[in-house]
C-alpha cells in the first residue's frame, strides 16, 4: 500500500500571496499523484496530475505542482492566491491493488485560507 | 457531459435505522468506487465496481454494510443498521479505472446518523 503526508492540515495565505501547500508520499514504484479540490459541500475536483511525464505539472485555475523524486515530494502551488481559492486540497497517490486495478489514497487534505 | 450524480445530499435518521444511497455515474465510465469521508480527513475507498463486479471490498464493513451495482452502471450503498459512527459523507466517483485517468466525484451524501 502507499500512502500520503500532506504537512498542516490548515494554511493561511494574504490574497495575492504565495500558495504552497505540501505533500509528500510513500512509494514501492514510480508513482501516479493527483491534487484534488473540495469546495465545501462539493465533491472533489481535479486540479493536475503526475504521469510520468513532465515533472512540472500544470493544472486548473492557476495551480502547478513539482514532482521530485529525490524527495518524495508533489507541493502544490500557485503564485498569486485568490480569494476563490479558499477550499480544501487534498493531494493523493494512484497505485496498484493487483490484476490491472488501480486505486486512489488520499492525505487528510490541508484547508486553505485566503485573508482579503 | 452529465458529471456523477448522487441522491439523497442529506440525510438525518435515527440510530438502528437503515438507510441506502444511490449513485448514477459518468456514462462509459466502468468503474464506480464508494468513498467515505470523515470530517476533517481524505475519502477513504469502501468498494471498487469494475463494471457488475466488485473487485475491491475489503474496506467495506460487511456486517452493516452492503453495495450493488446492477447492470454495471448505477449503483446503491446500503447501511443497515446504521451507528453514530456511520455519520460521514458519502461520496461515489468514476473513472474508466486506468492508474493515470482521473477519478470524477459526485457531490456526495451527508449522512448525520442521531
Known sequence: AQS?????SHVSVSEGALVLLRCNYSSSVPPYLFWYVQYPNQGL????????????VKGINGFEAEFKKSETSFHLTKPSAHMSDAAEYFCAVSWSSGAGSYQL????????SVIP | EAGVVQSPRYKIIEKKQPVAFWCNPISGH?????YRQNLGQGPELLIRYENEEAVDDSQLPKDRFSAE?????DSTLKIQPAELGDSAVYLCASSRGLATDTQYFGPGTRLTVL
Not at chain 1, 500520503?4 to 498542516?8: C, E, M
Not at chain 1, 489514497?105 to 486553505?112: E, I, Q, V
Not at chain 2, 466502468?30 to 464508494?34: F, K
Not at chain 2, 451495482?69 to 452502471?73: C, S
Open chain 1, 4 to 8: 500520503v503526508t500532506q504537512l498542516g
Open chain 1, 45 to 56: 475536483q481535479l486540479l493536475l496530475k503526475y504521469t510520468s511525464a513532465a515533472t512540472l
Open chain 1, 105 to 112: 489514497t488520499f492525505g487528510k487534505g490541508t484547508k486553505l
Open chain 2, 30 to 34: 466502468n468503474t464506480l468506487y464508494w
Open chain 2, 69 to 73: 451495482r446492477l447492470k454495471g452502471v
